[in-house]
């Protein structure tokens, strides 16, 4: 069973900070995805990263595969309290029986104080 | 364009009862996924759909099933319902031969199993 580790689990910060999520595995992915919920609704994709080493940015987000393909960071620049949500990292494989299933990391739920 | 759509938005059921959830993907969509997010737990693979079959499933017992239809709608039934099937059950869609690129989500369909 593959297991993605994120951590950490809660983030409180202050308007202006910056922090970093961490996802980790013992498994090599084909590719990783990030997602943000806010409460009621569904996960949305942020961003999906399939080579090692690739690194992504969306305005004041940074997110980083590993070279190994095994773990992931994002990366938030002065927070807003806009960012607050549940981030999610999600990865895949391209066969075999893992093939079209998304193996979601626990969360991290980030809060932005204005 | 509309986003993927599932109805019923929330439902309390007792436990033994049957239900039915219903989602519609994306347009130009042909790939359904189902996920539940139970508290605490994360979300957790239930199944992958494309083209009117069964591509992938999930460690979740048979009472969980569901379906395509040719017009790439899915309907996920779960039978004998029990209170830990209480959850928020997520639908998603991707393009045809894309599961590992990132899915889009519905907003979900609260069931309460009381």
């Known amino acids: 069973t593959q297991l993605l580790e994120q951590s950490p689990q809660f983030l409180s910060i202050q308007e202006g900070e910056n922090l970093t999520v961490y996802c980790n595995s013992s498994?090599?992915?084909?590719?990783l995805q990030w997602y943000r919920q806010e409460p009621g609704e569904g996960p949305v994709l942020l961003v999906t990263?399939?080579?090692?080493?690739e690194v992504k940015k969306l305005k004041r987000l940074t997110f980083q595969f590993g070279d190994a393909r095994k773990d992931s960071s994002l990366h938030i620049t002065a927070a807003q309290p806009g960012d607050t949500g549940l981030y999610l990292c999600?990865?895949?494989?391209?066969?075999?029986?893992?093939?079209?299933?998304?193996?979601f990391g626990q969360g991290t739920i980030l809060t932005v104080h204005p | 364009e509309a986003g993927v759509t599932q109805s019923p938005t929330h439902l309390i059921k007792t436990r033994g009862q049957q239900v039915t959830l219903r989602c519609s993907p994306i347009?130009?969509?042909?790939?359904v996924y189902w996920y539940q997010q139970a508290l605490g737990l994360g979300l957790q693979f239930l199944l992958w759909?494309?083209?009117?079959?069964?591509?992938n499933r999930g460690n979740f017992p048979p009472r969980f099933s569901g379906r395509q239809f040719p017009n790439y709608s899915s309907e996920l039934n779960v039978n004998a319902l029990e209170l830990e099937d209480s959850a928020l059950y997520l639908c998603?869609?991707?393009?045809?031969?894309?599961?590992?690129?990132?899915?889009?989500f519905g907003s979900g369909t609260r069931l309460t199993v009381v």
């Open positions: 998603a869609s991707s393009l045809p031969g894309a599961p590992n690129y990132g899915y889009t």
């Open positions: 498994s090599v992915f084909s590719s």
């Open positions: 990263v399939v080579t090692g080493g």
């Open positions: 999600a990865a895949s494989n391209a066969g075999g029986t893992s093939y079209g299933k998304l193996t």
């Open positions: 347009s130009g969509h042909t790939s």
């Open positions: 759909y494309d083209e009117g079959e069964e591509r």
